[in-house]
T-cell receptor
């Protein structure tokens, strides 16, 4: 069983730039969620994608956007980067409607540094 | 606001001892709870979960206890090993919605001394 994979592992960007992070879901999973984890904090829910549409969103501004592709992989896009966007971005996959039967499985994340 | 939190930010134990990590939650609508382990440079790794219709669940060397009366969750690790050193997060979810959104606590750093 292939786990959740994310790329790149590390990324350095300048304030104001745009970034795209990628995620491949675990085999058999059709839903992808993105979380932001600031240093020393727990992960915070950004949004979730199912059937190529956003299916729930946390308290993040519109400059955080995403895509899901027919193969269930996903992208997280962040525009107009700010210094506070520096964090570990985690992708997790699951089976839709299976919240009582399976926990989220996370990738190892992309460490984004904004300078 | 409603959130999940931890009583102790750090815990240091001797190898072989039992560890107990605690977590308080305030959302009475939460019905699914998960413990994750996160090692440096890695994503959260699933340890054990429990549904609100249970008060105890055991895994390999780990036990999760749920006390809905006081909204308290704990993770017990038996015979703690150096490889157990990591940050441990509790997370909660409310089922029945159209999406699966976990709310995490801040985490507890467990250090196992040889």
């Amino acid at each position: 069983e292939t786990g959740v994979t994310q790329s790149p592992t590390h990324l350095i960007k300048t304030r104001g730039q745009q970034v795209t992070l990628r995620c491949s879901s675990q085999s058999g999973h059709n839903t992808v969620s993105w979380y932001q984890q600031a240093l020393g904090q727990g992960p915070q829910f950004i949004f979730q994608y199912y059937r190529e549409e956003e299916n729930g969103r946390g308290n993040f501004p519109p400059r955080f956007s995403g895509l899901q592709f027919p193969n269930y992989s996903s992208e997280l896009n962040v525009n107009a980067l700010e210094l506070d966007d520096s964090a570990l971005y985690l992708c997790a996959s699951s089976r839709h409607g299976d919240s009582l039967n399976s926990p989220l499985h996370f990738g190892n994340g992309t460490r984004l540094t904004v300078t | 606001g409603e959130s999940v939190g931890l009583h102790l930010p750090t815990l240091s134990v001797q190898e072989g001892d039992n560890s107990i990590i605690n977590c308080a939650y305030s959302n009475s609508a939460s019905d699914y709870f998960i413990w994750y382990k996160q090692e440096s440079g890695k994503g959260p790794q699933f340890i054990i979960d429990i549904r609100s219709n249970m008060d105890k669940r055991q895994g390999q060397r780990v036990t999760v206890l749920l006390n809905k009366t006081v909204k308290h969750l704990s993770l017990q690790i038996a015979a703690t090993q150096p490889g157990d050193s990591a940050v441990y997060f509790c997370a909660e979810n409310r089922s029945g919605g159209s999406n699966y959104k976990l709310t995490f606590g801040k985490g507890t750093l467990l250090t196992v001394n040889p």
